[in-house]
């Protein structure tokens, strides 16, 4: 019974929070389970610390080591004290040739994770810290979630170093949110009143980007050429005419985006 408890207790380890199970670059030959707490993927990009998965209880992580039989690909660090279930390189092996489901749901997995990591490159490219903020929120948000959510428990500095963010900058976009409304902390946790704020603030930085002072005054001059006074005259040119109008349009979403996300 003892030798039993010992060996169940061998394949728990316990991290606490800001521990690194592994580092990018290093070498490893087991995979982990996370059984309780939460585990940051995370990789060095030039001066950038980008998030690539905040994983929760009962999803794993490190297999490529073990797929591969090379170096770690990314660094996992606790965000909080958790406990993971150790699998070792022969188990694995054995659990792939017994379950051939499991490998199924393991390519699937990392197909997955793959796919997220193109997409945070690209939104680390396109927005920078903004965006790594703001999606780590809604990647916190329950599915499906309307009205005020409530995450207990969820401090600044904990929000802080799953994103991965500059201190100042973090700040920063969390000052914004919570002016527009959308998050603020508490003594409780994190209250998201507006999960729909998340995905506006998103479209807030696509639009600056396509929107720049000179389009602005494109715009403007493309206004007023389109007065009351031309109305009822033949267009030469509709489709022309029609994405006109709805480049006016997209203009105005800006607009009010700006006046709310830059107060």
Known sequence: MADTESKRAALIRHVAAGQFVFREGETGSDMYVVRSGRIRICQQIGETDLTLALLGPG??????????????????VATEESDLVVVREDAFEQMLKERPDIAVRLLKKLSARLREANRQVQLLTAHGSAARVVDTLRSWVPAGAQGEVLL??????????ATGTPREVFGEIIHRLGEAGVACFSGDGLHIRLPQGLDDYLEYLDLKRAFDPATAQQLAALTERNQPSDVGRPDPQPAAAVAESERRTTYQRFLALKQRFEK
């Open 152 to 161: 207990r428990g969820v401090t600044p500095d904990r929000l802080w170093r």
């Open 59 to 76: 999803e794993t992580f490190g297999e490529m080591a073990l797929l591969e039989q090379q170096t770690r690909s990314a660094s996992a």
